[in-house]
């Protein structure tokens, strides 16, 4: 009798430390903050941040590998811009993009030999055509409908650094 006594208060001690633990993954509410008389004419509004669904989730993943509708910005940089008439303009410096990673525009250096004086235009991005060289495909092709005297006569662009000195 002490012995069966002895294995029921051990299964009851034992069952009730496995149990424990679930009690306390319950979900606790928040306690209320007590009214003060500085809060009695306050109002406050909350606001609950949105839940992630599968559509942001798909937003949000690391890019393994590059599309075949996507490009580089080493693409661009340093690519020569031709006429519709297949005569280079001149080359990309660099490319001007928005905070939230648009890109506006393609800084082109026109003018110049070598380098020097050489001027740089930013010209709407929407005004080059990006075409694949059909035995490379990774090779581009940017042309533009502005010609070589429109640029030159264009206002040059100022980085913001550029523009403080």
Do not use: C, R, W
């Not at 020569?80 to 008439?85: A, I, L, M, N, S």
């Amino acid at each position: 009798m002490k012995k069966t006594l002895s294995i029921v208060a051990t299964t009851i001690l034992l069952g009730s430390t496995a149990v424990a633990p679930m009690a306390f993954a319950q979900d606790a509410k928040p306690a209320k903050p007590a009214a003060t008389d500085t809060m009695k004419n306050e109002t406050t509004t909350t606001t609950k941040a949105p839940m992630a669904t599968d559509s942001m989730a798909t937003q949000e993943v690391y890019l393994t590998q590059q599309g075949a509708d996507q490009l580089a910005a080493t693409n661009y940089i340093g690519q020569d811009v031709y006429t519709t008439g297949e005569k280079s303009i001149g080359k990309i410096n660099d490319l001007i993009m928005q905070k939230d990673g648009k890109v506006v525009a393609a800084v082109i250096g026109v003018g110049g030999f070598l380098g020097m004086g050489e001027k740089n235009v930013a010209v709407p991005i929407s005004k080059i055509t990006v075409t694949h060289d059909v035995k490379d495909p990774a090779t581009l092709h940017l042309t533009t409908m502005e010609t070589a005297e429109s640029l030159k006569t264009a206002p040059a662009f100022k980085t913001l650094s550029e523009q403080k000195s």
